[in-house]
Nanobody, 124 residues
Framework: QVQLVESGGGLVQAGGSLRLSCAAS????????MGWFRQAPGKERDPVAA????????FYADSVKGRFTISRDNAKNTVYLQMNSLKPEDTAVYYC?????????????????WGQGTQVTVSS
């Protein structure tokens, strides 16, 4: 079992930055692919970014490329999402997800473990 706890969400003005963190329990964090998803009211939960266990491969949704950066620190069992140049359309609940494996996983159904989510609100 893996437990995931997100933090770092909040209210920010357009153009601002936030860094989300996801702390994972368990001693095998380094063998898990990790991802960030987001869900706005009335919409599907969509992938935002993902990173392989070794951090040598990443994925970004087109809408966040050049603005968001995913990273991980396996020694701290933590994955991060640095979000810059935030826009009102980035407003959503952001979820951290994990699954065992060495690849980058970009589909919601590929993940086995989910955090409780953290709210990000970007005002215009």
């Amino acid at each position: 079992q893996v437990q995931l706890v997100e933090s770092g969400g909040g209210l920010v003005q357009a153009g601002g930055s936030l860094r989300l963190s996801c702390a994972a329990s368990g001693r095998t964090f380094s063998s898990y692919g990790m991802g960030w998803f987001r869900q706005a009211p009335g919409k599907e939960r969509d992938p935002v970014a993902a990173i392989s266990w070794s951090a040598d491969s990443t994925f970004y949704a087109d809408s966040v490329k050049g603005r968001f950066t995913i990273s991980r620190d396996n020694a701290k069992n933590t994955v991060y999402l640095q979000m810059n140049s935030l826009k009102p359309e980035d407003t959503a609940v952001y979820y951290c997800a994990a699954r065992e494996g060495s690849f980058v996983y970009t589909i919601r159904g590929q993940y086995d473990y989910w955090g409780q989510g953290t709210q990000v609100t970007v005002s215009s």
